[in-house]
């Protein structure tokens, strides 16, 4: 048996990871970027090294960096985890070289599977079937469009490395393929190395099942049933679930038969997954594409079957036989997992960063993670924090485990996706186990919103808690800073007030807050509401319109991280005096002919300068965060006035960009249709 493993990883893999290393008895060797100094993997590591910058490029991708950290520390083994290296022949090659084992299958079932063109070949030739599409050498764009158009539309452009939702765009128009063609090549470059690309059918309703193996370097091979990952946004999975549900036993059966079937062809010898669509309508089925290591969702396969993939993949490098057979292994129960990523989730699902003030997560319930209170999310990786998985002896017990396991977590700091979970998994579609890939669209075809009510109330509730929460001194003396510690009476025995602006996604609502020390009373344009508070470590315990309610919140200067029922949110408290003073200089706020940031990000390219003349449409910067792109366009036809930003330059949400005059001067009360918007 192997002694010691390193972990080429970050995040809550690689917390899972160390976690069964420790358990078998394996010194655990972790490696970490500059920006993960302080990561919770680096933590609990008996050895970390550093191997660079934060930037994926100059580090986690850097298999010579992590080489030399493994020889440096005399480990026998690297797992790769998913993502990064995991799928690229570049590290394993280097083990091979260097005598250290490399916990995944063989460098030939890497490269064949790698490359998702090499795969739909071998699925063929393995009788499998396979979408019809384009998988050709010549990559010319306009080969791309043409190969596009004789398929037929809509198409899904799909970067032949790597997975993850990168480097993938669906298309149903034709006069939209160059442009999409276009970033899916820059997203596949930055993510995998390779912008080459193939073309396929992009079927209408489809149901994403995806099959495990787990095979021995002795020919020996089973499957581990299959997983429904058919809940998925911009590509990526959300909720996932094992067994499939509502599956004919004929298309199961189907299912696992393809997936071994191909496995064998090639000789795998680790834990790998053979992704298929099923035609939801008529169970036809399709073969995605293979990923050759660990998958996000491996724990919902754990659940129901007992096994540590982990454990098996770590026992199998070090040339262990599968101690079981096919018959020997059981499906019992089920098993839904969540990811849980930082996120807005009302603004399409963009990426979101900063420090979490509040982490706390239900007991009793399977959370994988690699974040607590006090890490800060960067802008560097995925969006991933944790992975909640809720088991039961049947679906309906399941599901009822993960409903309460997502109102039982609270995150506080980034926005997290955690409420749109919650409403997902009470959709008829999810709860009949029917969800298809368009769930989000059937659902939300306009886009998923945080409840309004329910965010009226979180401004008035942070305003009660910046007052209470005595918030410190802010730059400039104002009345609010100068308030000698907390106050509730003024000299004269009355009640005392202070009118602040709580700012949220730009928009400001003004507001008094009065009274105490129990009662208060926030008045805003929507009313008063009176509430009796009582502020313990962090939670208010409030009482309005005869309900108690528990409201968790976190300040952080100005920001008040507040969450109310459903909504977590992140508002700035300020005084109106101060606010006033901002608003008057014009430091609050871009004017309205400009090009802002919608999310942190790093700019990945400009593509105009001061002077150039622009279109309606036209892309005029690129933005880069969590390794997905976001084309910044303009709205209308205008001048390029200036270019704050820089390539290369990191930004925070709603940091200027570039300005823009109008090609023609609008009227006053038409000012701000010129605002830019991505």
């Keep these: 048996m192997l002694r010691s493993v390193l972990i080429a990883n970050r995040g809550e893999i690689a917390v899972r990871i160390i976690r069964t290393a420790r358990r078998m008895g394996l010194r655990t060797i972790a490696v970490y970027s500059e920006a993960d100094r302080q990561a919770m993997h680096v933590a609990l590591a008996d050895v970390a090294v550093p191997i660079g910058p934060a930037a994926a490029r100059d580090s986690y991708l850097r298999a010579d960096r992590i080489i030399a950290a493994a020889l440096a520390t005399g480990a026998e083994a690297i797992h790769p985890g998913y993502g990064f290296l995991s799928e690229k022949v570049d590290l394993p ?3 091979q070289q260097n005598g250290i084992v490399w916990v995944g299958p063989h460098l030939d079932a890497i490269a064949a599977m790698g490359s998702k063109i090499e795969a739909r070949r071998l699925a063929a030739s393995a009788n499998v079937p396979v979408v019809p599409g384009y998988n050709g050498e010549d990559q010319k764009d306009d ?11 809509p198409v899904m452009i799909k970067a032949t490395a790597g997975g993850g939702g990168k480097g993938m765009r669906p298309v149903s128009a034709a006069d939209a393929l160059p442009a999409s063609i276009a970033a899916a090549r820059r997203e596949a470059e930055a993510a995998f190395g390779d912008g080459r690309l193939l073309i396929e059918k992009l079927i209408a309703r489809p149901r994403h099942i995806e099959v495990q193996v787990l095979g021995d370097k002795r020919g020996h091979l089973v499957h581990l049933f299959e997983r429904d990952c058919s809940v998925q946004r911009n590509n990526q999975k959300l909720l996932e679930e094992a067994p499939a549900p509502n599956l004919s036993t004929t298309t ?38 293979m990923n050759t290591r660990l998958q996000v969702e491996h724990t919902v396969t754990e659940e129901v079957t007992g096994l540590d993939l982990v454990e098996w993949q770590l026992r199998v490098a070090a040339g262990e036989p599968l101690a079981f057979t096919q018959d020997d292994i059981r499906c019992e129960g089920h098993a839904i997992q969540a990811r849980i990523t930082a996120e807005r989730a009302d603004q399409g699902f963009r ?40 088991t039961g002896s049947d679906r309906a017990h399941a599901l009822e485990g993960m409903r309460r396991g997502l109102e039982d977590l609270t995150v506080l700091g980034p926005a997290t996706n955690r409420a749109f979970l919650l409403d997902a998994i009470g959709t008829p579609d999810f709860i009949e186990g029917r969800a298809t890939t368009q769930l989000i669209a059937d659902n939300w075809p306009v886009g998923w919103s945080r409840d309004r009510a329910t965010l009226v109330l979180a401004h008035r509730l942070a305003a009660i808690a910046a007052w209470v929460g005595k918030l410190p001194p802010a730059a400039k003396p104002s009345p609010w800073s100068s308030l000698a510690g907390f106050r509730t009476l003024d000299k004269s025995g009355r009640a005392a007030a202070t009118h602040v602006a709580v700012t949220c996604d730009g ?44 409201c968790s919140f976190a300040i952080d200067g100005r920001r008040v991280a507040i969450r109310v029922g459903t909504v977590e949110a992140t508002l700035e408290v300020c005084p109106m005096a101060e606010a006033a003073l901002e608003t008057a200089a014009g430091t609050s706020r871009a004017d309205a002919s400009s090009v802002v940031a919608p999310m942190p990000g790093l700019v990945a390219d400009i593509m105009v300068t001061a002077g150039d003349e622009v279109i309606a449409g036209q892309t005029v910067a690129v933005l880069e965060s969590m390794k997905l792109f976001t084309d910044l366009k303009v709205t209308s036809a205008g001048r390029v006035t200036r270019v704050l930003a820089a390539r290369g330059e990191s930004v925070a949400a709603n940091v200027l960009i570039m300005t823009i005059e109008p090609a023609e001067a609008p009227k006053p009360q038409e000012e701000n249709d010129a605002r830019i918007v991505v």
């Design 93 to 95: 090659q280097l083990c």
């Design 351 to 390: 990426p979101d960063i900063g420090k979490i003030e509040l982490w706390s997560q239900p007991s009793g319930i399977r959370i994988d993670t690699g974040v607590s209170t006090g890490t800060t999310v960067g802008l560097h990786y995925d969006s991933l924090l944790a992975k909640m998985i809720a």
């Design 143 to 153: 080969q791309l469009v043409a190969e596009a158009l004789r398929v037929g539309l």
């Design 252 to 289: 199961r059966a189907a299912l696992h038969r393809h997936a071994v079937q191909l496995a064998a062809a090639i000789g795998y010898d680790s834990a790998g997954t053979m992704e298929f669509m099923v035609d939801a309508a008529t169970e036809d089925i399709f073969f995605l594409e």
């Design 507 to 550: 928009v400001t609502t003004q507001m008094k807050v009065a009274g105490g020390p129990r009662q208060f009373v926030t008045t805003d344009t929507a009313g008063s509401l009176t509430v009796d508070a009582i502020v313990d470590n962090n939670v208010m315990t409030a009482v309005f319109d005869g309900a108690l309610h528990r």
